[in-house]
């Protein structure tokens, strides 16, 4: 009996690796492959002679270089707190359904169907120097001059939270929906108000999804390149370091240095998933799989 259920659990145990082989094939063909690859061109300076770190070591000698990570950084969390927020406020709120729920649920997700381009596009003609929001203030008298509001971070942080917001927003209500409503009743029916079931009930199983969509809206808005060209300063307030790999690869062809500057920033956003993972592991996880929207 005991070896029958050995060659079962053998002929299970293949089945599993021979699914999981295309996936693993996947990434290690269109990620690991290549981030090895980057690492090893960064160890190739263009300058004959220098040593395997000298693009690195140039990269943090230089403050108009590894400024970058700063002005990057201080695009990339603001925007994801915000966008974290705006879309646990709606999520909860959707929790249970509402009316016109698809046509609002439409509404919210169609920036992902427009592009970053169109989305920029659409954003200098509303929110630009002569765009329709400053005619209309003006026309209104509420101010005088037209608000700047793209061409700076405030542009890039416009143009990021409406890519963004779509993606946090369907994982967070399909995350929250997925919350057993009997909990939820039980609360109510102890005499516990709305704020009181939110934070402690609601609130801690909501906490690890909260988490894993504050990580990927973290590094999604980490990456940001044409958003930061389009509607922002690349040459000023707004150059990432996206912007900086990307001067050297194609502006100076220093592909060395440029693999150097990509390697950087990966690490930069691989050190804020450790660290964001690592929070999520203190959290207590808890099944939140019940009946759901009714």
Same mark, same amino acid.
């Given at each position: 009996? +005991?070896?029958?259920?050995?060659?079962?659990?053998?002929?299970?145990?293949?089945?599993?690796?021979?699914?999981?082989?295309?996936?693993?094939?996947?990434?290690?063909?269109?990620?690991?492959? !290549?981030?090895?690859?980057? &690492?090893?061109?960064?160890?190739? =300076?263009?300058?004959?002679?220098?040593?395997?770190?000298?693009?690195?070591?140039?990269?943090?000698?230089?403050?108009?270089? #590894?400024?970058? &990570?700063?002005?990057?950084?201080?695009?990339?969390?603001?925007?994801?707190?915000?966008?974290?927020?705006? +879309?646990?406020?709606?999520?909860?709120?959707?929790?249970?359904?509402?009316?016109?729920?698809?046509?609002?649920?439409?509404?919210?997700?169609?920036? /992902?169907?427009?592009?970053?381009?169109?989305?920029?596009?659409?954003?200098?003609?509303?929110?630009?120097?002569?765009?329709?929001?400053?005619?209309?203030? /003006?026309? +209104?008298?509420?101010?005088?001059?037209?608000?700047?509001?793209?061409?700076?971070?405030?542009? %890039?942080?416009?143009?990021?939270?409406? $890519?963004?917001? =779509?993606?946090?927003?369907?994982?967070?209500?399909?995350? &929250?929906?997925?919350?057993? !409503?009997?909990?939820?009743?039980?609360?109510?029916?102890?005499?516990?108000?709305?704020?009181?079931?939110?934070?402690?009930?609601?609130? =801690?199983?909501?906490? !690890?999804?909260? /988490?894993?969509?504050?990580?990927?809206?973290?590094?999604?808005?980490?990456?940001?390149? =044409?958003? @930061?060209?389009?509607?922002?300063?690349?040459?000023?307030? *707004?150059?990432?370091?996206?912007?900086?790999?990307? $001067?050297? +690869?194609?502006?100076?062809?220093?592909?060395? #240095?440029?693999?150097?500057?990509?390697?950087?920033?990966?690490?930069?956003?691989?050190?804020?998933?450790?660290?964001?993972?690592?929070?999520?592991?203190?959290?207590? &996880? @808890? *099944?939140?799989?019940? %009946?759901?929207?009714?």
């Amino acid at each position: 009996m +005991a070896r029958i259920r050995s060659d079962s659990r053998s002929e299970l145990d293949l089945v599993a690796i021979l699914c999981l082989a295309p996936s693993l094939l996947y990434v290690l063909a269109m990620f690991v492959y !290549p981030f090895l690859y980057g &690492i090893y061109i960064s160890l190739q =300076p263009k300058k004959p002679g220098a040593g395997i770190f000298a693009n690195y070591v140039a990269f943090f000698s230089d403050a108009y270089q #590894y400024s970058t &990570i700063k002005t990057t950084f201080m695009l990339a969390l603001p925007t994801t707190v915000a966008v974290v927020l705006v +879309a646990l406020f709606l999520a909860y709120g959707m929790r249970r359904g509402i009316w016109f729920e698809r046509t609002i649920t439409t509404i919210l997700v169609l920036p /992902i169907s427009l592009g970053v381009v169109f989305l920029s596009e659409g954003i200098l003609g509303f929110y630009g120097h002569n765009g329709w929001l400053n005619q209309l203030l /003006i026309a +209104a008298g509420l101010i005088e001059n037209p608000l700047e509001l793209t061409h700076n971070s405030i542009g %890039v942080t416009f143009s990021l939270f409406m $890519q963004n917001f =779509p993606f946090c927003f369907l994982m967070l209500l399909g995350y &929250i929906s997925g919350i057993d !409503p009997s909990l939820e009743s039980s609360a109510r029916m102890l005499g516990a108000g709305p704020w009181t079931i939110f934070r402690r009930v609601m609130f =801690p199983l909501i906490a !690890p999804g909260l /988490i894993i969509a504050f990580a990927l809206v973290f590094v999604m808005s980490f990456a940001v390149f =044409p958003s @930061a060209v389009m509607v922002g300063q690349p040459a000023g307030s *707004t150059r990432t370091i996206s912007i900086a790999a990307y $001067q050297q +690869a194609f502006e100076q062809y220093d592909m060395s #240095y440029a693999s150097a500057i990509a390697v950087i920033m990966g690490l930069c956003q691989l050190a804020a998933l450790v660290l964001i993972v690592l929070v999520r592991r203190r959290m207590t &996880i @808890a *099944t939140t799989m019940g %009946v759901g929207k009714r």
